[in-house]
C-alpha cells in the first residue's frame, strides 16, 4: 500500500478529471439532436471523449502495473454499444475510418521495429516458436472443439462435416496474433531485447503466414463439405502471387519514403498518416478494381505491405530512427483512438451466449500456446525465465482473427453464426487478458526500460 | 467509399499544395499573389464540390462534417492564443486600442451596408438577415498579413514603424469581430429561417459560459502534470476535438468556443508555448484543408454573384478605409501614422474564411450558400485588390 501513497495526488486529478469528462458526456446525451451540425458535433464529441477517457483511465491503470492497453479497451467496452451505449453501433461503424488508418499505421510500426541483425541472430528461435505453435494450438483446439462438439452436441444444426470445418477454421484462427497489441505494449514498456524480439518476429512473421495457412484451411474445408473436389492451385498461386506482390510493393514504397525522409524530410509525421491511409484505401480500391473488371481475385495486403514498407526503412536505408520518430510523434492518439474502438466493437452478447465454450477454449489455446513456446525454448536453449512466461506473451487477439472469421462465415453461410459468434466471444477473452499477461511478461524477461 | 476517396483527395491536395504554397516563392508576381494566398484551393475546393466533379456530394459533406468542426476549433485555438497578454503588453497600448477600433468601425459600416443591400435585394427573413449580415461584418472585420509578405526588405526597412503596426492590427482585429459574430449563434430559428433572437440570449450565454469555463477546467486538469510531447499532442487533439463536438452540438460556435479556452490557455498555462508548437505543426495544411472546404460550399449559379461580391467588397474596403482614417487621427499617439493605413489592411485570412465556413455549418441552408459564394468572390478580389493598395500605401508614404 505504502508504494502507492506518492500516487494518490496523481489519483486525484485522474479521477476529478474523469469525473468531469464523464459530467460532459452525460450532458451532451440529454442535448436534443436537431441538426446534421449538432450531429456531427456528437461525433466529434464522441471521438474527443473516448480519446481522452481512454488516456486518463490508461493513467490509473498504469499505476497499478497494468498495461495502458488495457485501460483503453476498458473505456471502449464501457462507452461502447453493450454496455452503457455512449457510442451506438453506427458510431462505431463510421469511426471504421480510424480503424484503418490506425492499422496501416501500427503495421508501419511493426515493421520499423524490426530489425534485421536481430533477426538474423533469432531467426532459428522465430522459425521454431512459429512451428510449434502452429501446430500444437492448431491440433489442440480442433481435436479438443471436435470432441467436446459432438460429445455434448454443442451445434445439434450442423451435419458432422460441418463440425469438423468449423473446428479446421477454429484451429487456424486460434492460431492468430495481434501484432497491434504487441506492438503497443512494447511501445508503452520500451521493451528492448532478446524476448521482446523474438515475441515480436513470431508476431509480425504470423501475420504474414496465417493468411497462407487460413487459404488452405478453406480450401480443406470446401473439400470436406463437398463444395470444391481438389486443392486448388490456381488459388493457391493467386496467393503466394497476392503475398508476393504486397511484400515487394511494400518494398518500392519503402524506398519512396526514405527518398522522402532524405529529401524533403519535413513534416513527416503528416506525411506517414496520409501514407498509411492511403496504402490501406488504395488496396481495397484495387482488389476491388481487379475483381470486377478483371475476375481476378489477387487481393494485396495492405498491412503487409506497410509491414514491408516500414521494415525497408528500417534496415536498408539510413534514415530508420528518423521515420520511427516521425511515426512515434502521433502513434499515442492512433493506439488510444484504436484500442478503444476495439474495445467497443468487442461483442459482450456473444461472449454472454457463449462464455462456458469460449472460456473452454481460451484455457485450450492457452495451454496449446504455452506447451509450444516451452519446448520451442528447450530446442532454442532459450533461458529456463523465457520459457516459462513465453506463452503469457501471445494470448492477445484482435482483427486479424475476427476479419478471418468473418470471411470464413460469408464463404460457408451454412455454417450458420457459430463461428464468428465464438471467435468473437474467445478474442474478447483474449484482448483483455493477453495485454496484461503480456505486460508482466515482459516484466519478468526484464526487458522493460525503467521508468 | 466515396467519402474515403475524397477526404484523401483532400488531404494530398492540402498536403502536398502547403509544399508548393509555402514553401516556394519563386513565381511571376500575378502567380504569387494567386499562390501564397492559397486562393487556388478554393478553386479545386469548388471543382471537387457538387457543381463540378460532385466528388464531395452533400452527403460526403456530411460525412466530413466532424472533420469541419476539429478545423475550425483548431482555427479558434490558434487565434485564442494571439492575446497572451504579457506578449500583447509589449507593444504600447494604443497600438490596441486602434486595432479593436478599426475592427470596430468595419464592422459597423459594412453590417449597415451588408443589411440595407440584403432588404433592397433579396427576399430573406428578417430575423436571419441579422445573422447574414453579422457574419459577413464579422468575416469583413478581420485583416490578414498575406500582403505585408509581398514587402520587399527595403521597404519594409524604410517604414517599420508602419508594418509594425499593421502587422499588430492585423493580428489582433479580429477580435471584436468574431466576438459579435458569436451572436448569431444565439439566433434560434423556431421555423424554417424565421425566429427570434431575445428568447435564447441569456441561457445561451450562461450555457456557452459555463461550458467554456467546465472545458477550461478540464484542460488545466490535463496539463497539471509535465506531460511527454507524444502525450500533450494527444491532450491537445482531444481537448479540441471535445470541445468543438461540444460546442455544435450546443448549437454554438466551435470557433469561438475553443477560442476562448485557447485565450485563457495562453495566459495561463505554464506550457503554453509547447502547445503553440504542436498547434503551428499543421498550421498551413489546416488553412488550405478550410479553403477546400469552403470551396466546396460555393454555388456559382448567377451572375448576381458576382455584382453582390462586387457591393461586398466595396464595403469593406470603404470601411478599411475610414477606420484606418479614423483610427490615426482620433488618438494623438496614432497621428504620426498615415492616414491611408486601410490601404494596407485589405487582405482577408483565415479567420474570416473560418467564420465563414463556421456560419455555413450552422446555418446550411440554401440562403447561406448563396451568402457565402458571393463572400468567398470577394475574398478573392480583395486578394489581388490588397496587392495594389498596398503598393499604393507605401509608395506614397515613401
Known amino acids: 500500500m505504502g508504494r502507492y501513497k506518492q500516487y494518490i495526488p496523481d489519483l486525484k486529478i485522474y479521477g476529478i478529471t474523469l469525473f468531469i469528462l464523464v459530467g460532459f458526456a452525460f450532458w451532451i446525451k440529454i442535448i436534443h439532436i436537431e441538426s446534421d451540425w449538432q450531429q456531427a458535433g456528437l461525433t466529434t464529441f464522441s471521438l474527443g471523449f473516448i480519446l481522452l477517457a481512454a488516456y486518463m483511465t490508461a493513467q490509473i491503470l498504469r499505476i497499478a502495473g497494468l498495461p495502458m492497453i488495457s485501460g483503453y479497451i476498458f473505456v471502449g467496452i464501457l462507452a461502447g454499444p453493450y454496455m452503457t451505449g455512449f457510442l451506438t453501433h453506427d458510431m462505431v461503424a463510421r469511426f471504421r475510418l480510424v480503424d484503418d488508418l490506425a492499422l496501416s499505421f501500427i503495421a508501419l510500426t511493426a515493421g520499423g521495429t524490426l530489425q534485421l541483425q536481430f533477426l538474423r541472430k533469432r531467426g532459428k528461435a522465430i522459425a521454431v516458436n512459429i512451428l510449434l505453435i502452429t501446430l500444437m494450438v492448431f491440433a489442440l483446439v480442433f481435436f479438443s472443439f471436435f470432441f467436446i462438439g459432438n460429445w455434448l452436441n454443442l451445434m445439434p444444426n450442423l451435419t458432422y462435416s460441418q463440425t469438423i470445418v468449423i473446428a479446421c477454421l477454429l484451429g487456424v484462427i486460434a492460431v492468430a496474433r495481434s501484432p497491434s497489441s504487441a506492438i503497443a505494449i512494447i511501445n508503452e514498456c520500451r521493451a528492448a531485447g532478446v524476448f521482446t524480439t523474438t515475441v515480436l518476429g513470431v508476431t509480425v512473421a504470423m501475420d504474414v503466414l496465417i493468411i497462407v495457412f487460413f487459404t488452405l484451411a478453406m480450401t480443406v474445408s470446401e473439400i470436406i463439405l463437398g463444395t470444391g473436389t481438389a486443392i486448388d492451385f490456381r488459388m493457391i498461386t493467386v496467393l503466394t502471387l497476392a503475398v508476393a506482390g504486397s511484400l515487394a510493393l511494400g518494398i518500392v514504397l519503402g524506398k519512396g519514403i526514405s527518398l522522402y525522409v532524405e529529401r524533403v524530410g519535413h513534416d513527416l509525421s503528416l506525411f506517414l498518416l496520409f501514407f498509411a491511409f492511403s496504402v490501406f484505401k488504395a488496396s481495397i480500391w484495387f482488389n476491388h478494381f481487379m475483381e470486377t473488371h478483371f475476375a481476378v481475385s489477387l487481393h494485396l495486403e495492405p498491412l503487409l505491405i506497410c509491414i514491408s514498407a516500414g521494415f525497408t526503412v528500417q534496415n536498408f536505408s539510413k534514415c530508420g530512427h528518423i521515420f520511427m520518430e516521425g511515426l512515434g510523434r502521433f502513434e499515442l492518439p492512433i493506439f488510444v483512438l484504436f484500442f478503444s474502438l476495439a474495445g467497443a466493437s468487442l461483442n459482450l452478447d456473444a461472449l454472454y451466449m457463449t462464455w462456458p465454450l469460449a472460456a473452454f477454449l481460451f484455457i485450450i489455446r492457452t495451454i496449446g500456446i504455452f506447451g509450444s513456446t516451452w519446448f520451442a525454448g528447450i530446442l532454442n536453449r532459450d533461458p529456463p525465465q523465457h520459457r516459462r512466461i513465453a506463452w503469457m506473451a501471445y494470448i492477445t487477439q484482435a482483427g486479424v482473427a475476427i476479419g478471418l472469421a468473418q470471411l470464413a462465415q460469408r464463404r460457408f453461410p451454412e455454417l450458420e453464426n457459430y463461428l464468428t459468434t465464438l471467435v468473437l466471444a474467445v478474442i474478447t477473452i483474449n484482448q483483455v487478458v493477453g495485454p496484461i499477461t503480456f505486460k508482466i511478461a515482459l516484466k519478468k524477461a526484464g526487458e522493460v526500460e525503467q521508468e | ?398
Open chain 2, 1 to 398: 467509399m466515396k467519402l474515403t476517396f475524397a477526404l484523401l483527395i483532400i488531404i494530398f491536395l492540402a498536403f502536398s499544395g502547403y509544399h508548393l504554397t509555402f514553401r516556394h516563392f519563386r513565381l511571376p508576381l500575378f502567380a504569387r499573389i494567386f499562390y501564397l494566398t492559397g486562393t487556388e484551393f478554393l478553386v479545386l475546393g469548388l471543382l471537387l464540390g457538387p457543381q463540378f466533379l460532385n466528388l464531395v456530394d452533400p452527403e460526403t459533406q456530411k460525412g466530413l462534417a466532424p472533420l469541419t468542426a476539429l478545423l475550425l476549433g483548431w482555427i479558434g485555438l490558434l487565434f485564442g492564443f494571439q492575446f497572451e497578454i504579457k506578449k500583447l503588453r509589449r507593444f504600447p497600448l494604443e497600438f490596441f486600442f486602434g486595432a479593436v477600433l478599426e475592427g470596430l468601425i468595419t464592422l459597423a459600416l459594412v453590417f449597415a451596408g451588408v443589411y440595407l443591400t440584403l432588404v433592397i435585394c433579396c427576399d430573406i427573413p428578417n430575423a436571419f438577415m441579422i445573422v447574414v449580415a453579422i457574419t459577413l461584418a464579422a468575416a469583413s472585420g478581420c485583416t490578414a498579413q498575406t500582403g505585408l509578405a509581398f514587402l520587399s526588405p527595403d521597404r519594409i526597412a524604410k517604414r517599420q514603424n508602419t508594418v509594425k503596426f499593421l502587422r499588430f492590427i492585423s493580428s489582433v482585429d479580429g477580435l471584436i469581430p468574431l466576438l459579435i459574430f458569436g451572436l448569431c449563434f444565439f439566433y434560434n430559428p423556431s421555423t424554417g429561417l424565421e425566429g427570434s433572437w431575445l428568447g435564447g440570449l441569456w441561457p445561451g450565454i450562461l450555457t456557452s459560459l459555463g461550458a467554456s469555463f467546465g472545458l477550461l477546467l478540464l484542460f488545466t486538469l490535463f496539463i497539471s502534470h509535465r506531460r511527454f510531447q507524444r502525450e500533450l499532442i494527444l491532450v491537445v487533439i482531444g481537448m479540441t476535438m471535445l470541445t468543438s463536438g461540444l460546442a455544435s452540438s450546443l448549437k454554438f460556435s466551435p470557433l469561438l468556443t475553443n477560442f476562448f479556452v485557447g485565450f485563457w490557455l495562453v495566459n495561463l498555462s505554464r506550457d503554453k508555448e509547447r502547445i503553440y508548437q504542436i498547434l503551428m505543426t499543421v498550421e498551413k495544411p489546416t488553412y488550405l484543408l478550410l479553403l477546400v472546404f469552403l470551396g466546396v460550399c460555393v454555388r456559382f449559379d448567377s451572375m448576381g454573384l458576382v455584382l453582390l461580391a462586387l457591393v461586398y467588397c466595396l464595403y469593406r474596403a470603404l470601411g478599411k478605409f475610414l477606420a484606418g482614417f479614423l483610427v490615426t487621427r482620433v488618438n494623438p499617439e496614432l497621428q504620426k501614422y498615415p492616414g491611408q493605413l486601410g490601404f494596407g489592411l485589405l487582405a482577408q485570412g483565415g479567420l474570416s474564411l473560418a467564420i465563414l465556413l463556421d456560419f455555413q455549418q450552422a446555418f446550411p441552408s440554401r440562403i447561406s450558400t448563396f451568402v457565402i459564394s458571393f463572400a468567398i468572390l470577394a475574398v478573392i478580389y480583395n486578394e489581388f485588390l490588397s496587392h495594389y493598395f498596398l503598393e499604393r500605401l507605401f509608395k506614397e508614404g515613401a
